[in-house]
């Protein structure tokens, strides 16, 4: 059973930088690719960012495109986000997620870290 957990959350100032991390167990190898998601009060799960596990092939929402780079240390078995420049419009519940596909779309997506909050302050 894949287990993901977050951490790096927190309250940063609009133009600042937070770090997520997402610590991966997968016993089975099951997991082709990585992603992080975002949700803000009253609206769906977003897209932000995807990595392929192995590969390292990675893809942006365009919201996010120049500001926020995902990566993963495969000998640590934690993926990351990078996020800089952050905006107020920004601010939301952040999830890692883990897929057996490539794939952009959350339902593909088949198991979830429990979320971290992300607030930017104006």
């Known amino acids: 059973q894949v287990q993901l957990v977050e951490s790096g959350g927190g309250l940063v100032q609009a133009g600042g930088s937070l770090r997520l991390s997402c610590a991966v167990s997968?016993?089975?190898?099951?997991?082709?690719?990585m992603g992080w998601f975002c949700q803000a009060p009253g609206k769906g799960r977003e897209f932000v960012a995807a990595?392929?596990?192995?590969?390292?092939?990675?893809h942006y929402a365009d919201s996010v495109k120049g500001r926020f780079t995902i990566s993963r240390d495969f000998a640590k078995n934690t993926m990351y986000l990078q996020m800089n420049s952050l905006k107020p419009e920004d601010t939301a519940v952040y999830y890692c997620?883990?897929?057996?596909?490539?794939?952009?779309?959350?339902?593909?997506?088949?198991?979830w870290g429990q979320g971290t909050q992300v607030t930017v302050s104006s």
């Open positions: 997620a883990a897929s057996r596909t490539y794939s952009i779309v959350p339902t593909d997506y088949n198991f």
């Open positions: 997968d016993p089975t190898g099951s997991i082709y690719q």
């Open positions: 990595i392929t596990w192995r590969g390292g092939v990675t």
